[in-house]
């Protein structure tokens, strides 16, 4: 997998990215957080709900689980869809990130 992405906005535990893979562009949520789908509202704003398209939510427990849920997602996303990733632990959003063209070197 190769993304390439760019950082559109820092949360308070995560980022914005705009990605691009292969053909397919979007948005990713990238958060630290427990996976609650109630707390997808807290960091994805009322404007992507009402946008065209799907938000696609995924939790990402551990770091070997990084590369395979973000396959998962972005295999069934649409041009216009948005993907919201929790990640449980730092070094899983750390991998989630990479997966998502975000090295650890620009997270410092």
């Given at each position: 997998m190769n993304a390439l992405s760019h950082i559109v906005k820092t949360l308070e535990h995560g980022?914005?990215?705009?990605?691009?893979l292969e053909d397919l562009q979007f948005r990713a949520y990238v958060v630290l957080s427990e996976p609650d789908i109630n707390r997808v509202a807290d960091f994805v704003p009322q404007e992507q709900f009402e946008q065209d398209g799907d938000l696609h939510v995924a939790?990402?427990?551990s770091p070997s689980e990084a590369r395979e849920q973000i396959?998962?997602?972005t295999f069934n996303m649409n041009p216009g869809d948005a993907a919201v990733f929790m990640c449980v632990?730092?070094?899983a959003y750390i991998d989630?990130?990479?997966e998502l063209?975000?090295?650890p070197s620009h997270l410092n």
């Open positions: 980022l914005v990215l705009d990605v691009t939790a990402i427990h396959q998962d997602i632990t730092p070094q989630a990130l990479d063209g975000q090295s």
